[in-house]
């Protein structure tokens, strides 16, 4: 029988340093072997020239470096660039790559499917399968980063990462925390805290837990500004009610003095964008550094949503504005190959009996729900 290799990509940092001592190398040999990956998109241990033969030939015994199997990708008229990444078993995953005059915003995935159940969400409607490993995370960056021919320090084409595809990153914390070490890392991806956000549907407990042990952006999805319309749109509000949750966001703010919380909110037509909800809005937001990411409704088969006029929006806005709550609206990007907010599909087969176990411990205040 032989043993499993290691996939390298599933390591941050220490890990890495930790994998070599253990092979009885020097942990600085991690250090080569990461910028050779991430900075050189190299897989194969034969080019590492750096690193003495000997080793090359003892790591192929024992590692490899493994990126995503690149099923399908498209690219909009507008730039956006999509990925669908095969995983096991026939699942897969979306990764979408954002163009900007500053800036190159890359959004990944964390879950197979979704099981929080926003109404709104295309993910949702596939349901739960499971969580991403570090190395299927930090994969989806990986492939994009090659892409583009992103060097760290360089070529920066990839400036931010948001933690906003599929599936709910505080419920698989700690491969994410864990793939964000590797994206912040100047061997890695080299990227500054700031520009790697982290999006929750709300998960209390995960939000403390996350400001002791990372130090990213946050953003929140919140999308009402009250309990009884947030539980409708975001069951995950019967267990973690908008004061708890702000109570959070407050926390997770006085640790960071500079940070500004950015709270996203979809327009749906008739739901959630009246100038009274706007107003109820303006309360909630006035007592935390936060900055209200309106996000135009993207519509995807079968939904019962539709996306509020332009003029509705656009008022909705100016009532945060005037009350001094920095407010923008988000540009719709890749929606020609459905690329935009909560449009991403993939692929989730098998997930009933997952789903059901999801949910129990879901309902148990588990993380790391798979
Ligand atoms: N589970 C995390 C990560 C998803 S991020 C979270 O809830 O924050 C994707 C963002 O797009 C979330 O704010 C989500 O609520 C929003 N979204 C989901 N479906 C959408 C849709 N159809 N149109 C616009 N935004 C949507």
């Known amino acids: 029988m032989t043993a499993e290799k290691t996939n390298l990509f599933g390591l941050d940092r220490n890990g890495l340093r930790d994998f070599f001592a253990q092979a009885g190398e020097k942990p600085y040999r991690a250090d080569q072997v990461m910028k050779w990956m991430y900075h050189r998109h190299v897989t194969g241990f034969a080019a590492m020239t750096d690193v003495g033969k000997a080793l090359r030939t003892k790591l192929e015994g024992i590692a490899e470096i493994v990126p995503p199997n690149v099923l399908f990708e498209k690219q909009s008229s507008d730039g956006t660039h999509k990925w669908l990444l095969g995983m096991d078993a026939g699942n897969a995953i979306e990764a979408v790559f954002i163009p900007e005059s500053t800036r190159g915003t890359l959004c990944v995935s964390s879950q197979v499917g979704c099981g929080l159940n926003c109404q709104f969400c295309s993910t949702a409607t596939q349901g739960f399968n499971r969580n991403l490993s570090t190395a299927e995370i930090i994969g989806q960056v990986w492939v994009a980063a090659r892409h583009l021919g992103n060097v760290p320090h360089h070529q920066r084409k990839l400036t931010n990462v948001v933690m906003m595809g599929m599936g709910e990153p505080l419920l698989n914390f700690d491969n994410v925390v864990r793939a964000m070490s590797i994206m912040r890392d100047d061997l890695g991806f080299g990227l500054a805290n700031k520009r790697v956000t982290l999006s929750t549907a709300g998960l209390v407990p995960m939000i403390d837990r996350l400001s002791d042990e990372s130090d990213v952006s946050l953003a929140v999805s919140l999308h009402a500004p009250n309990d009884a319309l947030r539980t409708e749109l975001v069951p995950l509000n019967r267990k973690y009610p908008i004061a708890e949750l ?41 007592r935390l550094p936060a ?54 599909k993939g692929q989730v087969l098998d997930r009933t009996r997952r789903q059901a176990e999801f949910q129990r411990k879901l309902a148990q205040g588990v993380a790391d729900a798979a």
């Open 246 to 286: 702000l109570e959070a966001c407050a926390r997770y703010a006085a640790r960071r003095p500079r940070t500004t919380i950015t709270f996203e909110y979809t327009m749906m037509k008739g739901v959630n964008d009246t100038p009274e909800l706007a107003r109820q809005l303006v309360k909630l937001m006035r």
């Open 291 to 344: 900055k209200v990411n309106l996000i135009p409704f993207n519509p995807f088969a079968g939904t019962r949503f539709e996306r509020s006029d332009e003029s509705a929006i656009r008022a909705f806005q100016k009532i945060l504005l005037d009350a001094g709550v920095l407010t923008m609206v988000r540009r719709t990007r890749g929606d020609d190959i459905d690329a935009a907010c909560g449009q991403l």
